[in-house]
């Protein structure tokens, strides 16, 4: 029997077709229907206006999109031969504020998408609080906008360095609003202080708490998603950021990385029309996103937590918990070693001289996101993205499936709808 | 008896070729639980309501106001179902359109990849359309890449307390839209004595001279609302690109288009010839507060 089943509350719309076999998923395929070809629209116009162009792949990641496109004009400008580094001022405002949008990401599919989706496989109550999940993230985009100017949507980030200049008096606001995103998380979310949950040793842990998070536990593991979701136990990290470690982790070893062996193939999609294309590393199929990069780095209750689980849907969904609280701590000490009397941004040579090719990547709140350009004095030639959610939701036959292909399988129909949710779905990234 | 739900206005949000930035946009509302509350919401995309997309693409609904969020294209579907024939009915019933965007408004980023077909609701980029030209008197454009979310909580407080919105020629409300970017600029200084700034990245000059800053020029509230309750783009260095505009996106837009080194484009409403002599004398002077550093930090922080 084939059903198919149209999913909402993502990012844009997919569908998935299940081939049901006794009660279980034998087989599935998905596929997303909306093409908007950012990549065409791109083509013919000044390198520089896709600073502005990008970030409008994506409503909830646009800010990744706009460093993939600002570390792909200075990818091109090296190859070209010009030699410069950027200011370490401008490196770790950049990274703030991608990692905020991380976190804004985080929160809004930990309340609006999660818990809502696991209230659908358990009996035990879960409250309902989607907008509590926003609440936390207009915190998130306030610290964005402090040297970005706004989220959604900002083009702070420009070849070179940063626009803004910002003061000591800017710091401190953005500071309290990590804080303030940090009484948020423990209050609200953890019901215990940040330091400790990230000390954690063991899942026992959760039993002695009373919070969203602890009722999210209990609710994967009354849904037993420690037991699926599965998918091959090997993750992929691309970008290079100070939060993470670009690698590739089979099981538990990490591996060195080179973006020569990322590769795109057509989807499978017979019963309906896609526009997506699936992401392969040297030819296999990887998982990415937090459990990836959490596992990287080795993070102890991570780690903790696979050894036992593995990569199940339980693991996925717990890794990016931890991140949210790891990459709050971790934004804090950004911020507290930033030179304000350092250039915002390296003079660099008129774009109008630019004839390069240029890649740039970037860890995007599900993973690693690729932006590759083709530059003629200054003028696109060719520009091509390659998003996170085409690594983790492919499409492809049975011989070889994806991370959330094989992660679905043997499955009901229902517990696959929530575990394909785990990856967190970017559609409008995907279609781009 | 009618229950409290009964009388609130039905809400219901619609999307076309759209990168949600609006939907996300929206999330940022301090306050958006509250308000959200004072109607019986039928349908957000980004979140669970009452009704399935499945449910919202049979037609048997109607809604009071119709959220449109993306750049209309005829040859989309949504669920399976036209999104004409599903604009067609929704419209058809309500009190109140509101083109959430720039795409929706006048075709914005999307329209680039199919400019034959694709479009704003109501206009394509200037010029109205003549699809849904039947029901332009319910229509709202509320343009900007993104929208800021006092923007749409504005209409749609209005709507609540059903008071007439006024529009200018664009369909836009003139209390959002009749200032200019330019407007509450903190490089407004600048901007009066002819300062430009010297390069990105920098707390001083003007962006209008050099770095393509379209602020004189463009309608909206976006240094008068900030942005996130914080800042603005000119406030942080970076160019207006004129997203509330019909021409938006323009090409060059980290550049200033200029004839003899003076501004092509000057600010609305003003002659040509006031502008180059009061620039020209603006000029001649030279104000040494202006010209150095604002801040000169001794010693490194």
Redesign the interface.
Known sequence: MITKQILENIEGEASVHFKIKDGLVDFSTISFPHFRGIETILEGKNILDALVITPRVCGICGHAHLMATTRAIEDAYKNMGVDFSLSDKSKKIREFTLIMETIQNHFKWLYMVMMPEIAKLTTNEIPYKPLKGAFASSIASKAIAVFGGQWPHSSYMIPGGITCDPTNIDIIKAQSYVEELIEFFQKESLGIELEKFLSMQTCKEFNELDSDISILERALISADMQNKGFAYDRFLIMGEHNFTKASKVNHTRVFSVDSKYISVVNSYSPREITYAKNALYKDDYYETGSLARMMSISFPMVRNIHRRYKDSAYSRVMARVFEIGYLLNHSLKLLDNISISEDSIISLPDVKNLTSTGIGIVEAPRGPLIHKVEVEQGIIKNYTIITPTQFNIGSSTPTKLTPVQLSMKATTQKEALFIFRTFDVCSVCTTH | MPSKQDNKLKLLWLQG?????????F????N??QL?NKFEILYI????TNY???KIVKCSLDCDILIFEGAYDPF????GVNLKELLFHYMKDSKQIIALGSCASFGG??K???PDRITGLLFNENTLTTTFLDYKDKIINLSG??IHPEWLAYVLNMLLKNINIELDDLYRPIELYSTLAHHGCTRNEYFEWKIDAK?????EGCLFYKQGCRAPMTHSSCNKIL????????????PC?G?TEPDF?R?????TKTNMSIPQDIPVGVPKRSYLTMAGIAKTFHIKRLEGKL?D?KT??
Request: negative net charge; contains cysteine.
């Open positions: 070729v759209t990168c949600n930035g609006n939907t996300h946009s999330l940022n509302l301090q958006i639980e959200l995309p980004a979140f669970s399935t997309i499945d989309m579907k949504r669920a980023v999307f680039e990849s199919a890449c993104p390069k990105f990245g920098l707390k942005w996130n309750d914080e800042s603005s783009k000119t406030r942080v260095g970076t690109f997203c996106p090409d060059n837009l980290f550049q801040i930090y490194d922080s």
